[in-house]
Every structure is written in structure tokens, then in C-alpha cells.
């Protein structure tokens, strides 16, 4: 998890989560935050059913979705969104980097990724946290607007 400025979240390039080379790039991404919210609850199910605590993978279910709900969801487009990182991400090298952030390029991709604000463009991976069905709660119209 990432910390900065009192956003947490999960950090990760962009191709890794099969969402391929994004506009939006890098950083904090919903469908990892809503992977990690998935796993989360798969323990507490299983580990209820073994008669287990479950406190722990609770705690983390309930911070997964808090980050999704709260942190990635762009109310300016109506949308979730990705939340860029540091330029250079953690971990990456300079070849990579111009691949993410190809400002030599050409590419005004930087007016887009503004750092530790969700980016304004609809893509995609927005649709990622309904793959769950329980991980938004069917009361909150607001977040249903992007359908």
C-alpha cells in the first residue's frame, strides 16, 4: 500500500492488472483496490466457515472498500478512476517511465495525471469494482450514474 498526503491505497503500473498501457497510467488503480476487497472477503467467508476470527481480513474488506467508494470515485466525470502516483513510480526503470509518461513524445498526458488527484478520464477499469457484487452498496445511487 501506498501512503502520501493521507491517501492509501494500492500502487501499481498500469499493464500488470490486464488493463494494458492506460491514459491514465500509473498509481492508484480500482481494480486492484477492488482485487484486494474481493480477497479480503473471500477470507472472511472461508475463515467463518471454519469457525476462525475473522477481525483482521474484516478490518481489510472494510478499508478495500472505503478506498474504491471514497478515494477512487471522480465525481467531476462521474466515474472511477485511477489516482496517479510519484513520477517515477516505485520501481521503475527510465524505459519504462517514458512508456508511462511519454511527455517527449509529444503526449500532454502530464495535464491528465496530476499527482494524488483521480485523473478525468472515463475508462474501462471504472466498471472493475461491480464485478463484485457487494462491494459498493446498492444504495448509493451516486456511483451509478457512470451506467
Request: proline share 7%.
Amino acid at each position: 500500500a501506498w501512503n502520501t498526503t493521507g491517501r492509501v491505497c494500492w500502487m501499481q503500473e498500469d499493464d500488470p492488472d490486464a488493463m494494458e498501457v492506460s491514459v491514465s497510467g500509473g498509481g492508484c488503480r480500482p481494480t486492484i483496490a477492488s482485487a484486494m476487497w474481493a480477497e479480503a472477503m473471500a477470507l472472511v467467508n472461508v475463515g467463518r466457515f471454519l469457525g476462525e476470527n475473522v477481525e483482521e481480513f474484516e478490518r481489510w474488506a472494510t478499508f478495500s472498500q472505503e478506498v474504491v467508494a471514497q478515494q477512487h470515485w471522480n465525481p467531476n466525470i462521474q466515474s472511477f478512476a485511477v489516482i496517479p502516483g510519484p513520477v517515477p513510480l516505485p520501481n521503475t526503470n527510465k524505459a519504462q517511465e517514458e512508456m508511462h509518461y511519454p511527455s517527449k513524445a509529444g503526449c500532454e498526458l502530464g495535464k491528465i495525471r496530476v499527482f494524488n488527484k483521480p485523473v478525468a478520464v472515463r475508462e474501462l477499469l471504472a466498471f472493475m469494482p461491480w464485478y463484485f457484487s457487494s462491494l459498493l452498496p446498492a444504495s448509493n445511487v451516486t456511483q451509478t450514474a457512470i451506467w
